[in-house]
């Protein structure tokens, strides 16, 4: 075999119900004083948001919310939070919410020290690029507070997903010297979750690690934590989103959504998310959902390629049937459970459509680490499957 390059950075992490309370101390340990609290509307409106704004105030910090963001977020967005952080001369970022929210900082905390331009950090679209980090203050210091379990974002080190209008794709920023400065891992904050948003986005953590898994790289480490994820999904994830009040189940979903963006940041995902970043780009439908109506079609174009990994899935989780096959039909029986739509058709994707949404998978990068090479026909012959429902 050639010779291979591990590095997996991880930031510190503090996890467990209750830990959202250390965000003040965390901030004051890099002496942050006006911070932008980054968010959304919905999770605005939660209860555990106020009482961070509350915590925050009360320990004297000058915090500026700004939460105009929607999901599948855009580089508008990114330019209005900007525009509040230079405004009110903040210093340092706290990301809380979902993968859009997260997302969102992110993008801020790469530009706004530095006066880049957000696209030319799509480092995966162009490696040669990407701006070399001059100072310590290049920049923005921020943090992560997710309260979805979900994209893992918390833990995909710089990688932002944001939706550029003009070619109208998702495209990826990333620094790999741009990392948060520490990472809350609060499943409390999962409680009041709607079920439909449990469901999609733990189908989201799944998706994440079973493409991790099926890339080729060699990388036992990643493939070790993308293997406890599954473990956990398969665990946890129906059991999560029928009882909502189940905090252990919340808890070991955060885990597996968390430590799957470990594997897939440094191993790559498949083609299974250049569909769902098509679909949120040209159709704003939600990431997860996306990702969950797409994987069994993508699994089953993969098969070639993945069956020996699909095996050993079926029997490390002690499927009933303990082959490829019986990994396949957990997938189905899982979709069942958590009621999600099987085909393109029923999340209300026309038939004409279809060739738009293969031509904007080609040009995302995450099928590059595809387990079967893929062009604009293969994408055809995949959406055609998940269109129809004929897998
Ligand atoms: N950067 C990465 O590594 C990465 C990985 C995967 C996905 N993503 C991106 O993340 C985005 C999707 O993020 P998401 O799935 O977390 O959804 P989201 O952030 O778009 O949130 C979905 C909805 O859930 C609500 N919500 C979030 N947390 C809540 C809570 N605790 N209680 C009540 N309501 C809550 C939000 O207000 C919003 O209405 C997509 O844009 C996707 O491309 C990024
Ligand atoms: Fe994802």
């Keep these: 075999m050639s010779v291979v390059q591990w590095q997996v950075t991880v930031p510190s992490v503090l996890f467990g119900p209750g830990s959202i309370m250390q965000t003040a101390s965390l901030l004051s340990s890099q002496n942050i004083t006006r911070p932008l609290l980054v968010t959304d509307p919905g999770v605005l409106s939660q209860s555990f948001a106020q009482a961070l704004i509350a915590q925050l105030k009360d320990h004297a910090f000058n915090v500026t919310v700004f939460s105009d963001i929607k999901g599948n977020p855009t580089k508008q967005n990114v330019e209005s939070g900007l525009a509040y952080f230079k405004e009110k001369s903040c210093d340092g970022i706290v990301a809380l919410g979902g993968g859009s929210a997260i997302d969102v900082a992110k993008a801020i905390s790469l530009v706004a020290f530095n006066q880049n331009d957000l696209w030319l950090y799509c480092y995966f679209e162009n490696p040669q690029h990407l701006p070399l980090v001059e100072g310590d203050n290049f920049f923005v210091p921020f943090m992560v507070i997710p309260t979805t379990a979900g994209t893992g974002s918390e833990l995909s080190g710089s990688s932002c997903v944001i939706n550029d209008e003009t070619s109208q794709r998702k495209r990826v920023a990333y620094h790999p010297e741009h990392f948060p400065f520490a990472v809350i891992d609060d499943p409390q904050l999962l409680m009041g979750l709607p079920i439909n948003l449990s469901a999609w986005t733990g189908m989201d953590a799944l998706t994440h690690a079973i493409e991790a898994l099926c890339a080729p790289d060699y990388h036992p480490l990643c493939d070790g934590i993308a293997l406890e994820s599954i473990r956990l999904c398969h665990e946890y994830l129906a059991l999560s989103v029928g009882e909502p009040h189940n905090i252990e189940a919340k808890t070991q979903m955060m885990a597996a959504s968390s430590i799957a963006a470990v594997a897939f ?127």
């Design 265 to 391: 940041t440094s191993k790559g995902l498949g083609a299974v998310h250049s569909i769902a970043h098509a679909l949120g780009a040209l159709l704003d439908i939600h990431h997860g959902l996306a990702n969950a109506v797409v994987l069994p079609y993508v699994l089953r174009f993969n098969l070639t390629a993945i069956a020996p990994k699909l095996t050993r899935l079926a029997c490390l989780l002690d499927l009933s049937n303990r082959t490829a096959e019986g990994f396949l039909e957990w997938i189905n029986e899982l979709r069942d459970q958590l009621a999600i739509p099987k085909t393109l058709h029923a999340i209300d994707v026309t038939h004409e459509q279809l060739a738009d949404i293969a031509l904007l998978a080609v040009k995302d990068t995450e099928h590059h680490t595809n387990p079967i090479t893929m062009d604009k026909a293969k994408f055809m012959s995949i959406l055609t499957a998940a269109y129809q429902g004929v897998e």
